[in-house]
C-alpha cells in the first residue's frame, strides 16, 4: 500500500471508531431535534383530561434494550418499576412493551423504527405511528415528562 492508501484507511478507521464511541457511550442521538426527550405539557381539567387518557389507551410505548445495555438495565431495575412512572404507564395500552435486540422476534420492530441507539423510548399510534420518540438513559422525573 502506498502512503495515501494508508492515510484514507487510517481515517476512516478513526471515523468509524469516534461513530461507535458516540452512539454507544454518549448516547448522542442520530435524528432530528424533534425527537429528543420531547416533553408535552398538558394543562388540563375534567374533560379534557379523560380525553387525553382516552387518546393513551391507543398508545403504545416502546421500550428497545439490548442484552449489554448498562443504561438499559439500569431503566429495567430503577426508573420503570418505580411507582409513579407505573400509574402514569398504566394510561397507555398493555405498556411498556420491552424489545430486546437479542430477540429474534423483536429485530423486526429494530428496523422498522430505525433504532440505532440504545435505550430508546417511543411512543407510537394504535397503528403503529410515532409519536415521539426518547433516545438515551432517562431519570424517574425526565421518564414522567415524557409520559405526560
Known sequence: MNLRTK???VALIFIIINYIYELYF???SIYPSKYNNTQVNHRLDGCKDYLVKSKKKNMVVLFFTSQGCVPCKKMKQLVWPHQSIQVSVSDYYKSPKMLNSSNETHIGDFYRYKIEAVPTTIIVDKSGE????SVGYMDVKQLLDFLN
Open 26 to 28: 454518549n448516547q448522542t
Open 130 to 133: 410515532e409519536i415521539k420518540r
Open 7 to 9: 492515510i484514507i484507511v
